[in-house]
């Protein structure tokens, strides 16, 4: 591995000790048309992982998110235990990562699956959460405007949807219509519920305001290997602002 590649002491136990192994394989590989560079960052974001706790360098991406957004200089398995944190009313669409185990101390810890939960007709009233938390998760809508715009409206007012996505930074997001059939998982899988439908790129911001949300942060756990999106709804909407 790559020095530059060593996480950083992992956000949800504080461990400092990972293990690695390789996740991508040779078709995928082909099909995303990968360089050395890509494929040994997205090695590093899917197979290093806290042997303290588990958490792959994806999901303390996303833990270190949740921290930065609420300010905690905490391990998130220490901030779940914080007042603040059991007033949060958290919607988590699918495993994050490997988070489920410590976010379900939270009272107001809600996990939904597909596909009995669909992401682009969630079940809960407008305002239903302060969070919204899902992991490489929504490459997998078909109609991913249509899964952020279902995100946003069960949040409340200053909440947000914190997430990650496979993201390529060198290249532009794309659709996969009318491309070969590509799944996630691992090699020699073929359940359809992991095809993906987006590559995401470095305009992964672009989707988040368009789909309405107010504000986009990009946050690096470890660049580019490990990176989480903050996606903000306002307290009050903006006076200016908005789309043209
Ligand atoms: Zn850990």
């Known amino acids: 591995m790559n020095a530059s590649m060593i996480p950083l002491p992992c956000k949800v136990c504080g461990g400092s000790t990972f293990s690695h192994h390789d996740v991508l394989w040779g078709d995928l590989i082909a099909q995303w048309g990968l360089s050395s560079r890509e494929v040994d960052y997205i090695?590093?974001?899917?197979?290093?992982?806290?042997?303290?706790?588990g958490s792959n360098v994806r999901s303390i991406a996303l833990a270190d998110a949740l921290l930065r957004w609420t300010r905690a200089t905490t391990t998130l398995q220490e901030w779940v235990h914080?007042?603040?944190?059991?007033?949060?009313d958290v919607l988590e669409i699918n495993e994050a990562g490997s988070l489920t185990g410590t976010l379900s101390a939270l009272p107001g810890h809600r996990l939904v699956r597909y596909p009995e939960y669909d992401m682009m007709a969630l079940p809960f009233e407008d305002r239903s959460f302060d969070v919204v938390l899902h992991s490489d998760t929504l490459e997998h809508v078909p109609d991913l405007m249509k899964g952020l715009r279902e995100c946003r409206r069960v949040l409340r007012?200053?909440?947000?949807?914190l997430f990650t996505v496979p993201v390529v930074v060198g290249r532009l997001t794309r659709g996969r219509k009318g491309l070969p059939l590509s799944v996630h998982g691992s090699e020699g899988c073929i359940d359809t519920a992991l095809t993906v439908h987006t590559e995401f790129g470095a305009d992964v911001w672009c989707q988040v305001l368009e789909s309405g949300f107010d504000e986009?942060?990009?946050?690096?756990?470890?660049?580019?290997?490990?990176?989480?999106?903050?996606?903000?709804?306002?307290?009050s909407r903006p006076v200016t602002g908005g789309q043209w």
């Open 43 to 53: 090695n590093v974001q899917q197979g290093t992982a806290c042997t303290g706790c």
């Open 82 to 88: 914080t007042p603040v944190a059991r007033r949060c």
């Open 216 to 235: 986009c942060r990009i946050v690096p756990y470890r660049y580019p290997a490990g990176i989480a999106l903050i996606a903000e709804v306002a307290e």
């Open 157 to 161: 007012p200053g909440g947000a949807c």
